[in-house]
């Protein structure tokens, strides 16, 4: 298994408690695999996540 693979793994595992750490780690995912967009007035949320344990 790759690291990044590894690294994914076991984030996708921790239990994140703290509603700051929750946010930022949303934050992350949104930024780097997907983003906000409007479509037809409505805010959409899309995230291209390769780990259903990420989802």
């Known amino acids: ?9 076991e984030l996708s595992r921790l239990d994140v408690t703290k509603s700051c750490c929750r946010k930022s ?7 780097f695999s997907g983003g906000l ?14 780990a259903g344990a990420t989802a």
């Open 1 to 9: 298994m790759a690291m990044t693979a590894e690294v994914k793994d």
């Open 25 to 31: 780690e949303v934050s992350a995912l949104l930024r």
């Open 37 to 50: 967009h409007i479509v037809a007035g409505h805010i959409v949320v899309e995230a291209d996540l390769d």
